[in-house]
């Protein structure tokens, strides 16, 4: 058992707030546990809830469109959340669910030791790049010590407002250059796509 998969484990038998009271399922996240991209979104939904996967309702279909561009497929990044239960009826996280679950995600990201860390939304945003608004820092990256911040919309927002469609697809583009300044890929490998080398 890996050290990864021992941390899923210890998630899925997580009572530290509320939410494991109603989950069917724990969403722990899924990738490989050396991935160089890590994407945060918000919390697990409906279908989320059902399978134990993360973003594999509507938004999820989306996210795999979005990395399809960049030639690459969704078992060749991790994908989490900022917490790793669904709260009902989907509301939004609370303060002290997200803190509850804070530890996780450290530690995911501590194991995968990812190179750019993608937030998908306002909740995984507002971690990073606290006090800032979403509509003003998406597509941005922040560099702190090895790792690269990239902030981008939520893919379920171009669900709700189709004018933000175009606006993410740009910003995933800027994914592979963000790879490069953080030397995982060559100029050359990012004009070809092939992004496959993970």
């Not at 309702?57 to 469109?65: I, M, V, W």
């Not at 709260?87 to 995968?112: F, M, T």
């Amino acid at each position: 058992m890996t050290a990864l998969t021992d941390l899923h484990e210890q998630i899925k038998r997580c009572q530290d707030c509320d939410l494991a009271k109603n989950r069917t399922k724990v969403v722990p996240g899924e990738g490989p546990d050396n991935a160089a991209l890590l994407f945060i979104g918000e919390a697990p939904g409906w279908h989320e809830d059902q399978q134990g996967r993360p973003f594999v309702g509507p938004a999820g279909q989306f996210l795999e469109e979005l990395l399809s561009t960049i030639g690459l497929k969704r078992d060749q990044v991790f994908i989490a959340n900022v917490i790793k239960c669904r709260p009902p009826a989907n509301r939004d996280p609370l303060p002290g669910e997200i803190q509850s679950c804070k530890k996780w995600l450290d530690r995911q990201i501590e194991l995968i030791q990812p190179k750019v860390v993608i937030t998908l939304g306002r909740y995984s945003m507002a971690r990073y790049f606290p006090n800032q608004s979403i509509s003003k820092i998406h597509g941005k990256a922040k560099k702190e010590g090895e790792l690269t911040y990239y902030a981008m919309y939520h893919p379920a927002a171009a669900l709700h407002q189709g004018s933000l469609r175009k606006i993410i697809e740009a910003d995933m583009l800027k994914i592979p250059q963000l790879l490069v300044q953080a030397g995982k890929l060559t100029e050359t490998e990012t004009e070809t796509q092939q992004l496959s080398l993970f």
